[in-house]
């Protein structure tokens, strides 16, 4: 069997995380810390930006897994193995076209209703 990237593990351990973090299992204090790390790796803001050089990268290469790590101690053990087992499965899934034209097209008429009332004229 081929073992998973890191990457990929993480990007399952986050959702797993997430997950768990909304399941009414979990203690309230791994709820409320598993919401933070996942809010915080789905999050553009950063406590380093990543244009800083290494150091912008390298939070997100040790706080996310840190903190994913950290809500794994906090969460029983069969709670998050039964998210990770599906969010796993959640990986597989190819993605949807249909999704990506639904908010591509939600995109585009914001574009065009902002430029509408901003009284853009299209000739």
């Known amino acids: 069997m081929d073992q998973p990237s890191l990457l990929k593990r993480l990007r399952v351990d986050a959702h797993a995380a997430w997950l768990a973090a909304r399941d009414p299992r979990t203690p309230w204090y791994a709820r409320s810390f598993g919401l933070i790390i996942t809010a915080y790796a789905l999050s553009p803001i950063d406590l380093i930006p990543d244009f800083i050089p290494i150091l912008g990268l ?20 069969e709670v998050f193995e039964e998210h990770r087992a599906a969010a796993a499965r959640a990986a597989e899934q190819p993605g949807s076209r249909y999704g990506a034209v639904v908010v591509l097209g939600t995109w585009i008429a914001a574009g065009l209703l902002t430029a509408h009332l901003l009284g853009f004229r299209f000739a």
């Open 58 to 77: 390298l939070d997100d290469a040790l706080l996310i897994p840190l903190g994913i790590w950290l809500f794994m101690k906090m969460v029983p053990e």
